[in-house]
């Protein structure tokens, strides 16, 4: 089975042609990233306009790149939330448009069960059930992935998600956008122990919270800028990396233990954080469970893990029609 998949929820517009949910045959993205490099993060408006611009064309690269034709295509994928509301409703109107087209079915996708089936991509043999360890700039939850589309909540982050609060952070340091990828560079080499960062602890103890830990890290940043004091930024950036795996590491495996997964999967932008990387395989290697890292070029935003999921979502019988909205959130 094709799936044609689009992906919009931020700032790469993406297309894809996906087989089966297993066989990426193209994965056409555009990114907007030297665009709102600019303003130190991104645009909505702006967002919106480009997808608006590359949308079409890249359609049209997507299938010649997968040598396939608008007629071999089985049926229309699309992400449908959560995301910048603007954003979104580009590539699901453009998709229920397609949809209407070419006289196939559309298929609305959840972009956080997206990224989690980045990994079937990536790792043919997987299957569920699998813990799931979902970080973005926009969301952070551990996720019980019992079936393919049956997936339950079992931690999230009350406020910030991890990947905000390393842009945040980066931003007051002057440092480039994403700050996500600029944070764990400057981190490498850093002394994780040099700032004393808070870490949460709340009532929920598979719950998270980053405002604290962001809050914390930009007063200690303007307090030194007001004093004239130098700080030691690669050990401030390997500061704030630990305190965001120390929220993030210790639940997980939390959340495994209670549940007696023996499988877990990272999904999302920040799991391709070099150190985040690092200590989930040594928990997961203590505590004998398997563990699953998507490739760097699967951890952000693309139309593959659309396509992916939208192929076990078509199976389950999820079917989206002309009134098909988007969603600035949504949950899982």
Do not use: W
């Amino acid at each position: 089975m094709l799936i044609l998949a689009f992906e919009s929820s931020c700032d790469e517009t993406a297309v894809a042609v996906v087989r089966d949910g297993r066989t990426v045959l193209s994965d056409a993205i555009l990114s907007q990233v030297d665009v709102h490099a600019l303003y130190g993060g991104v645009v909505p408006e702006i967002a919106s306009r480009k997808h608006v611009e590359a949308i079409a064309a890249l359609s049209d690269r997507a299938l010649a790149e997968a040598g396939v034709t608008r007629e071999d295509i089985d049926a229309v994928a699309v992400t449908c939330g959560p995301g910048l509301i603007g954003a979104l409703l580009v590539a699901v109107n453009f998709a229920k448009s397609a949809a209407l087209a070419l006289g196939k079915p559309l298929i609305p996708v959840h972009h956080l069960r997206g990224h989690i089936a980045a990994n079937y991509l990536a790792f043919p043999a997987l299957e569920p059930p699998f813990l799931a360890l979902c970080i973005s700039g926009g969301n952070s939850m551990i996720v019980d992935v019992a079936g393919y589309t049956d997936m339950t909540i079992l931690g999230a982050t009350r406020d910030d998600a991890a990947g905000e609060c390393f842009d945040k952070i980066a931003r007051v340091l002057g440092m480039p956008y994403p700050g996500g990828k600029a944070m764990d560079d400057l981190s490498r080499g850093g002394d994780p122990n040099k700032y004393p960062l808070p870490r949460a602890k709340l009532e929920h103890e598979l719950d998270m919270s980053f405002s604290g830990l962001k809050t914390a890290a930009v007063n200690l940043v303007h307090n030194a800028q007001q004093k004239g004091e130098e700080l030691d930024l690669p050990g401030l950036a390997a500061s704030v990396t630990a305190a965001v795996s120390d929220e993030l590491v210790p639940r997980t495996m939390e959340a495994a233990r209670r549940t007696g997964r023996k499988i877990l999967v990272a999904a999302g932008g920040v799991a391709a954080n070099r150190t985040i990387r690092g200590d989930l395989e040594r928990a997961c290697g203590a505590s004998g469970i398997k563990l699953y890292l998507p490739p760097l070029s699967l951890c952000g935003d693309n139309g593959a893990m659309i396509g992916s999921q939208a192929y076990y979502e078509y199976l389950a019988g999820t079917r989206g029609d002309s009134s098909l909205n988007a969603f600035a959130n949504l949950e899982i």
